[in-house]
């Protein structure tokens, strides 16, 4: 819906700023889907003055003229327009504007003269049908200025998303009623008594209504000795901010009151509706026939199937109901007498004709969301006294008004208690009467409660929580505090479980990486893929209606999906990718019936921590940077034994692929994923990634780690380089050195590995750094030299090394 603030501050007191407006609609449920400016279209488009008309060298019907357009430069526009003179004031698209249609104006040479823009009508401009000639201007126009500015056409145009549930917000009046009731000013909705003369309604024409269930409401009135033209200023204003084209007068005037009350309208050309036996015009509204058709406004010829409701004379359908015209029957320059329909149709049987025949319309819109059947008096009133004033019109007496089923009023009962339940706050009934009579509807305050009568434009307002909620969004939801939810002694809080999963998250994000989220679905062929041969008896889970192929069955790992999108991001020049995610995976077996759910925890990382410089060194991830960061997974969990063992894994690196160990069970696996793996998923070497079970994880960790006191006494450090060969792993040296040491060896720290000379071929030097202390003395030197010496032996014995000299 398409709400002209021009328009709607006729309607009702606006006090308050756009973004300030729109807010409010949000906030009370009327989403607005766009805010814009009209006019724009006509950017350098100005008034212009002709101070001098000659006749072209070289075409008979052409006009060469010399335009002031205000800015001291005279421009030679060629023009072929007969209906003016020079010293008369024109609207002139100057080089550069785009006229409606997307009409771009150009420098050009025509017939030998060059000319410089254009002298516009009013259609080019979008302001009605009239081509005949320019549009002259009064002639106190102001030269250079705006086209727009000077014709009041720049205004500010609101989009708003209507609920199929509130069809009165399909109307100016309904929106200025809404926003009324939001700003707290009571809106001016339009009513109209047209002067009537001549013969009675009655006495020319009859409505009869085959199908009730279809057709409710039916009313006519006769318009007579119009006069077809062009619409005034103000009208094809109006009809283009609501979005639709200003065709004539007649027309004009059935879409305004379409968009001024939201009761839709169609004018037939009375001259031609075929009479009946009593020599009246006769219209019938019916279900369509077998083998009937109908040619419509837009000169379409349609097959009509036996659903579909038609309105007809005697020789048969001359209109769909609620949709479309009949091109016989329309209003055409030649028309005199208007017969002029106001009625109200079944949603359904609109919405069925409309989609079966590709025919959406403003008015199968509203005839499909249900209109008001007991306005349709108002609305064909209201367009008969727009006919009296715009064509020159004459209004027969009396309305032919088929009433077949009218509607019943509904009166509903508002409880204060139960208000005040629902909303959780006090709101006075005086309060709340008051914003009730602001939407429409009448209000009886009582002690206890407010009896309502709902008005015949609200179908939506059916029980009592349906008018606590208009007092309640009205007043204002955001005006209601927040509140804990009452409890028996009980308050919320997380699992332990869910506390280990936002804590994990949050080490996750501290060591570098970004949490992100792939499908759970996954393509058949990925364990295989990724070498991943599943468990003894294992299954994947497949899916009994996938999306697509590629997305048939559940995962088993979360690393294809991580894979993806590294090739993702890769692809598309972003080399520095770190992730991570937590997620469910899922296996099955012959004959079970629920799948098993595991949630792990992987993550993949490539490229380098941050971006290089001109003269940094590229450091690429590896299997280090990985293993640091399980390494601080461990040290925040406190786990008791912690161990990255080496293994063999297809989809991982030889010699980069471990196992992750805590407490002896191994948790998942840590390693540099194998280029071939890589290559069937298009990403780049080496991409490092890990995969751990999270709630075995959960089940290792400490609430917290052990408290050491600092230490009160020096400590004594010393090194060992230790010559071993290459095949002896620095774990197993440090395990050596760890169990050699005794009490008084605090820690043992690899510091450096050297391989070269001095050491032979084969072998390699690792050395560690060692602190001694104890924590109730000093040491002396000779404990610390004692104790050296001794762990020296022992691990030189265990790993078959020798000190380095």
Not at 58 to 64: G, I, R
Not at 120 to 139: F, M, Q, V
Not at 376 to 385: G, L, N, W
């Amino acid at each position: 819906m398409r709400v002209s603030m021009k328009w709607l501050r006729e309607l009702v007191t606006v006090d308050k700023s756009i973004p300030e407006l729109v807010d409010l609609l949000d906030m009370t449920g009327t989403a607005v889907e766009a805010v814009h400016t009209s006019g724009e279209a006509l950017d350098n488009v100005v008034v212009g003055l002709i101070a001098e008309k000659t006749k072209h060298p070289e075409a008979d019907k052409l006009w060469v003229t010399t335009v002031d357009v205000g800015d001291g430069t005279p421009r030679t526009i060629v023009c072929g327009a007969q209906n003016f003179e020079a010293g008369d004031k024109v609207p002139v698209a100057l080089v550069g504007a785009v006229l409606p249609g997307g009409f771009e104006i150009k420098k050009a040479k025509l017939r030998g003269v060059v000319s410089e823009g254009m002298n516009c009508s009013a259609r080019e401009l979008g302001l009605g049908e009239d081509h005949d000639g320019l549009l002259i201007l009064p002639a106190d126009a102001p030269v250079g200025m705006a086209f727009a500015q000077y014709q009041g056409l720049s205004d500010i145009i609101i989009e708003l998303e209507v609920t199929p549930n509130r069809p009165d917000c399909l109307s100016m009046a309904g929106v200025a009623r809404e926003i009324g009731a939001v700003l707290g000013h009571e809106a001016k909705v339009p009513a109209s008594t047209p002067a009537e003369a001549g013969v009675p309604a009655m006495s020319s024409c009859s409505v009869e209504i085959v199908d009730p269930e279809l057709c409710p409401r039916y009313t006519a009135r006769i318009i007579r000795n119009v006069k077809i033209g062009p619409s005034p200023q103000w009208l094809a204003e109006k009809v283009t901010a609501a979005g639709a084209r200003p065709i004539n007068n007649v027309v004009d005037i059935t879409n305004y009151v379409l968009f001024e009350l939201g009761q839709p309208l169609h004018a037939f050309d009375l001259d031609t509706l075929a009479a009946g036996d009593d020599g009246l015009a006769a219209i019938s509204v019916r279900r369509a026939q077998s083998g009937e058709h109908l040619t419509t406004l837009d000169g379409a010829r349609r097959e009509l199937s036996e659903t579909t409701l038609v309105i007809c004379d005697p020789t048969g359908p001359v209109a769909l109901a609620g949709v479309m015209g009949g091109e016989a029957t329309e209003v055409s320059e030649s028309t005199v007498n208007v017969l002029l329909e106001s009625a109200c149709f079944d949603p359904e049987s609109i919405s069925r004709t409309s989609r079966s025949l590709a025919l959406i319309s403003e008015a199968s819109l509203r005839f499909e969301r249900t209109v008001d059947r007991t306005a349709c008096i108002a609305a064909v009133d209201r367009a008969a006294q727009l006919m009296a004033e715009v064509a020159g019109g004459e209004v027969a007496p009396g309305v032919v008004d088929a009433y077949a089923r009218p509607l019943e009023s509904v009166r509903l009962s508002l409880r204060l208690s139960r208000l005040l339940q629902i909303v959780g706050v006090p709101i006075a009934a005086e309060e709340a009467a008051a914003i009730l009579t602001t939407l429409g509807c009448e209000v009886a305050v009582h002690a206890d409660r407010l009896d309502v009568d709902v008005p015949s434009f609200r179908p939506d307002l059916e029980r009592e929580i349906d008018l606590i909620e208009e007092v309640l969004r009205i007043w204002g939801m955001e005006r209601v505090e927040a509140t804990l939810p009452a409890g028996r002694g009980r308050a919320g809080a997380l699992t332990p479980e869910q506390r280990w999963r936002e804590r994990i998250g949050a080490i996750m994000r501290a060591a570098g990486l970004n949490e992100t989220m792939t499908y759970a679905f996954s393509d058949p062929g990925d364990a295989e893929k990724c070498d991943m041969a599943s468990a003894a008896g294992e299954l994947a889970v497949e899916l009994l209606n996938p999306m697509s192929g590629e997305q048939a069955v559940l995962r088993q790992s979360i690393l294809p999906g991580l894979l993806r999108s590294v090739s993702y991001n890769q692809r598309r020049g972003v080399n520095d990718v770190h992730l991570y995610e937590i997620g469910s995976v899922f296996t099955t077996s012959t004959g079970r019936k629920q799948p098993r759910e595991h949630t792990m925890l992987a993550a993949v990382m490539v490229g380098s921590w941050h971006p290089t410089e001109w003269n940094d060194r590229v450091m690429s991830l590896d299997f280090f940077d990985g293993k640091g960061i399980v390494e601080s997974l461990a040290r925040e969990m406190a786990f008791d034994r912690f161990k990255v063992r080496a293994v063999e894994h297809p989809w991982l690196q030889p010699g980069r692929a471990s196992d992750v160990l805590v407490g002896g069970e191994v948790v998942g696996w840590l390693g540099e994923v194998h280029p071939v793996v890589l290559e069937r998923f298009e990403a780049d070497a080496p991409v490092v990634a890990f995969e751990l079970d999270l709630a075995r994880l959960i089940r290792a960790a400490k609430p917290a780690r052990t408290f050491v006191e600092p230490a009160r006494f020096p400590g004594v450090e010393h090194d060992i380089a230790v010559v071993v060969d290459e095949g002896v792993s620095a774990e197993r040296i440090a395990q050596a050195i760890n169990a050699a040491g005794g009490k008084l060896l605090e820690s043992a720290r690899l510091f450096d590995v050297y391989r070269g000379k001095g050491v032979e071929s084969g072998k390699k030097s690792m050395a560690f750094s060692l602190m001694y202390r104890a924590q109730d003395r000093t040491l002396t030197t000779e404990e610390v030299e004692g104790a050296h010496a001794k762990l020296v032996r022992k691990v030189l014995g265990a790993v078959g090394g020798e000190l380095r000299g």
